[in-house]
């Protein structure tokens, strides 16, 4: 077994303290390689900001678990190298089971999410209690969830949403004991949040997604105050980097994000931790496939890899500027 401390890391429970008093959140950016690694940790140290490495189990198949372990060890130590030991977490993204979790506890991770949205109310409860009373021994801060997002992303798949109901949130905090909890307000996951017939236009035709639910965030603001609260399915989906991909051979349809300034909203509020993952996706493929289509010739892995890392790290650097609000707060 290794402890996260062991490996420079922290949890979350301290950072989460200091962006709920500020009025920020941190970026929680998902990571299966080392270019997206780098990127992360490039960005946040030029914008000294505190960061969540975040491991979804499709990165944890893709990449190794004992890999990850020694990239995010690397991070914090390349952060250094770099000029600045800002506050790295390595997260656990929906864990399914409890299995899954301890697992990751005992690897090294200094925090997990155990998503028990999908079970009964009293399974959820059921379910993560046990993950938290195991975590916690080895003070790792845990994250659980109520209500559901719709969407794709790796293993998880939900047709429809479940906004969280506001009456719930206090008990299951309490009979739980989670450091977090991950709300459903109309966020989504994947690139693909929303269908044209959900959305509005303006005055240019572009399409308006739906809002979030400030109300139901502000009803669970009243009945657990102070207490951190995270958005799934957050990425904005930049059109700029949609369009590049379809003008170079893609074929991507209907990609529709969450506006940035609800986002940045959110962030002011009790929401302490925001998941991106399809931005950097969609930044890191437009970069390639405008490398492959400008230099066909080209065939060395670094000469596409290279461009891509610089485009993620912009799309981070903005996130933890304009949107998150954490830049400066390492």
Not at 110 to 116: K, Q
Not at 270 to 297: Q, W, Y
Not at 298 to 326: I, M, N, T
């Amino acid at each position: 077994m290794v402890n996260y401390k062991e490996l420079g890391l922290v949890n979350s429970r301290e950072i989460f303290k200091k962006a709920f008093e500020g009025k920020y959140a941190i970026p929680a950016f998902n990571f299966n390689n080392m270019e997206q690694m780098q990127a992360i940790i490039q960005a946040c140290v030029e914008e000294s900001s505190p960061v969540i490495l975040q491991v979804s189990s499709g990165a944890r198949k893709y990449a190794n678990q004992t890999l990850l372990r020694y990239m995010a060890q690397g991070a914090v130590e390349y952060a250094k190298e770099l000029g600045k030991n800002i506050p790295i977490v390595l997260h656990l993204d929906h864990g399914a089971d409890f299995e899954i979790c301890k697992s990751c506890v005992d690897m090294g991770f200094s925090s997990v999410m155990i998503d028990g949205s999908h079970h009964s109310y009293e399974d959820n409860i059921a379910l993560t209690r046990k993950v938290v009373e195991y975590a916690h021994q080895y003070d790792v801060t845990v994250e659980g969830e109520l209500g559901v997002l719709a969407g794709i992303e790796d293993d998880v798949v939900a047709e429809h949403h479940t906004y969280t109901q506001p009456e719930e949130v206090e008990d299951f905090v309490s009979k739980t004991g989670v450091d977090s909890l991950a709300i459903s307000i109309g966020t989504s996951h994947g690139a693909n949040k929303f269908t044209p017939a959900q959305c509005t236009r303006d005055e240019n035709g572009v399409l308006i997604p739906p809002p979030l639910r400030f109300d139901i965030l502000e009803a669970i603001e009243k009945r657990i105050p102070g207490f951190p609260i995270v958005l799934h399915g957050s990425s904005s989906v930049p059109q700029q980097y949609v369009e590049l991909i379809n003008k170079y051979g893609g074929n991507l349809k209907d990609s529709i994000g969450i506006p940035e300034e609800e986002l940045r909203r959110a962030a002011k509020s009790a929401v302490c931790k925001i998941n991106i993952d399809s931005d950097g996706r969609l930044a890191m493929t437009a970069s390639i496939r405008e490398t492959f289509a400008l230099h066909p010739e080209w065939f060395d892995p670094r000469q596409y890899l290279g461009p891509a890392r610089e485009e993620l790290k912009k799309l981070y650097a903005h996130k933890c500027v304009a949107v998150l609000g954490s830049a400066g707060k390492a």
